[in-house]
């Protein structure tokens, strides 16, 4: 019997590049955080004088009423030698007294000047109400240390050090301030913030007993979830920052609103996208369903990390129901009852609002929220939900006044067994069917050892796309999949029914036009490699984005795959023939 003789080299590249991606491929172990540390705060001084100024005024003339427009100045703190004063634009009615007093806060990297103006002076104009709009820390015309992920992740010395903790600190001074002027009533203050400015508002409000309301905006808790599934506040620390870093524990330790939840027992009204691409909305629900006290959520279907239109609606009605006993806010209650065939039957049963809408969206990356309106049946509404082939997500709201005021959690009804049987079905029939019609060409294509192992390298490609093709500076790991469900607002619905349509095709296509084949799978992992590769050069570092074992082992397995053809062509080319050989001899 003849003994086995050696592996030939183009499977000893893709076994190699096969183990290679494999390692680069487990998932990295989440920071465990046992014990919070909130006793780093200390808010003595938040009583003492601002020294706060007004400059600046003038009245804004508009159809609906002048407003009285002034740019202040306080002292916030004076921290490591460093003193603190903050800049904001302050709206009222003219000759204001005893009103209600919103603070808004900006997110990260923002300021009060353009980001936030243009909503104070709306929302005091239209609402009767005096706001302030804050540049943070260093933006805008305030002083202090900037708002940058090197400030951010400044906890060496404690979680004070950190910029999350003067933000904080600003948003409460601003409190003493507002209740300083006799244009606000100080036993109705409110706080108000989107994204960085979110999670200050759930802070501060949580620590402030003076701050009677808080509308944290695209912001919750459980930030180590979040950032491990991939969400974009991975950017925000820099690249040194790994899931074992100290920086990690103190920072989600000491910042997370999940562990100031037990203290914000007053009104709290959420605004959420279901496509957060910083806060995820798992994450976001379970935010919400730890708040101890009265509480809404607006969560507006297919929406990513913005301030949205809508929102201008429902808070104004939110904050003139708790501050002022204004009308009943909108509220929701949802129930669901199980049927033989699998389906769910979804009661809901709301107050104060005109309808009730549900919104539904299945599983795969492509899928986006579809809304549709509830029956009336009595004091509820209802309407069934039929099981998909993949889980389906489901919520339901309440409209009021033209707006969602008041949202059900995110929950999930379990895929249909059939339905799921078949989705996998169906594919392997129509392939079965499909090589046993050119089960003859098949054959011919497959009697070279170079055919088959283009074959073997494209089936690899393929099931790569199971594996990471991307990974954030140590912290986590994600499959191509899961990066396009995390960030579905930027990601075009037919990107990946493209790669989905592309990955089942690309064995067919090596079989007809290998090159073909090969440039499919080489050029876009290349591309892909090439735009992470060039985030890190632009962000200096801050974003530090590597290609993962799966963008490897596509790209490995397109160039086998065109060396390959290039290789069996040359064999395949005739030489000339022998008498035409000799001639020239």
Known sequence: MKPPGPLPRPLLALGALVVLALALSPQIPPPRIDTPDLSFWDLRGLEEPTRATREATRTIPNQTGPLVESQ?????ETHK??????????????????LPGYIFLHGFGGQAEGDLQWLAENMSRLYNVTTLALSSPGQGKSTGPGNTPETLARVEGGPQDSYLARN?????????????????????????????????????????PRIRAAVPAVASGDFIDSARRGSALNILVPSRVTAESPETRRLAGAFDPKFYLPRLRKPVLMLIGTD???????????????????????????????????????VPYFLDHYLRGGP????????????????????????????????????????R?????????????????????????????????????????????????????????????????????LQVPLRRRLETPGARFRLLCAITASLATLLPFAEFSGRTRLTFWEATREYSPQVHPMLPLLVAAATLLLPLLVLRWPRLAGLLALVPASLTTGLMLLANILSKGIVALLPGGGTLL????GALILWSAHQSRRETVPGPPPDAAQARG
């Open 328 to 367: 009943p806010y909108a509220r929701i209650e949802e129930q669901t009852e199980p049927q033989p065939d699998g389906s769910i039957r979804i009661t809901t049963r709301i107050q104060n609002a005109d309808r009730a809408v549900l919104h539904t969206r299945g599983e795969f990356p492509w899928d």
């Open 168 to 208: 904080v600190y600003m948003a409460m001074r601003a409190v003493t301030v507002l209740r300083g002027m006799e244009e606000v009533d100080p036993d109705k203050i409110a706080i108000l913030g989107g994204s960085q400015g979110g999670v200050t508002s759930f802070l501060a409000a949580a620590l402030d």
């Open 369 to 437: 929220f579809d809304t549709r309106p509830m029956e009336p049946q009595g004091d509820a509404w209802t309407t069934f939900l039929p099981p998909g082939a993949t889980g389906t997500l489901y919520y339901t709201s309440a409209i009021g006044r033209g707006v969602i005021q008041d949202s059900a959690p995110i929950q999930v009804l379990p895929p249909s067994p059939l339905l799921q049987a078949l989705l996998f079905l169906i594919p392997l029939g129509a392939a079965a069917g499909l090589a046993h019609r």
């Open 276 to 314: 957060d691409e910083f806060f995820n909305w798992p994450a976001a629900m379970r935010t919400y369903e730890a708040l101890p006290g009265p509480r809404a959520m607006s969560l507006l279907p297919n929406m990513g990390h913005a301030y949205h239109g809508p929102w201008n609606d429902a």
């Open 81 to 98: 030698g460093e003193t603190i004063t903050i800049h904001g634009y302050l709206y009222h009615p003219p000759g204001a007294r005893g």
């Open 72 to 76: 202040v100045r306080f002292y916030s």
């Open 554 to 557: 596509v790209m490995g397995c």
